[in-house]
């Protein structure tokens, strides 16, 4: 039995297709920091990771490891038509904003 709450259209709730840019290009050994997502190494020096998140927690832990790696966030955008489409656009902002806070 699938105990995963889901919405009305029957997606993962919370789920979201996000779009995160970064500057400069990951090498391989820290793409498998972004397991599951899109790596596209873009020719201005930036690197695009595209995927599916399945949550506020997720999301949380991407932004984290963006953090921890020492690269610098350009965006952050989810990707309307997504599944967790119609959320409101400030908790993408706020989870980005806790997620680059620096620790306690």
């Known amino acids: 039995m699938d105990s995963t709450y889901r919405s009305a259209d029957g997606s993962a709730a919370g ?3 996000y779009r995160i840019r970064v500057r400069g290009h990951l ?3 820290r793409s498998t920091w972004f397991e599951g997502m899109t790596i596209t190494r873009e020719p201005a ?11 506020q927690a997720a999301l949380y832990g991407l932004l984290g ?6 690269l610098t966030l350009i965006a952050l ?13 400030h ?14």
């Open 15 to 17: 789920q979201a297709r």
């Open 27 to 29: 090498d391989k050994r």
């Open 45 to 55: 020096g930036q690197t695009l990771l595209t995927g599916e998140v399945v949550d």
């Open 65 to 70: 490891r963006v953090r921890d790696l020492g």
């Open 77 to 89: 955008q989810r990707i309307e038509g997504g599944t967790g489409a119609g959320r409101p656009a």
């Open 91 to 104: 908790q993408d902002e706020d989870a980005v904003r806790a997620a680059l806070a620096p620790a306690r």
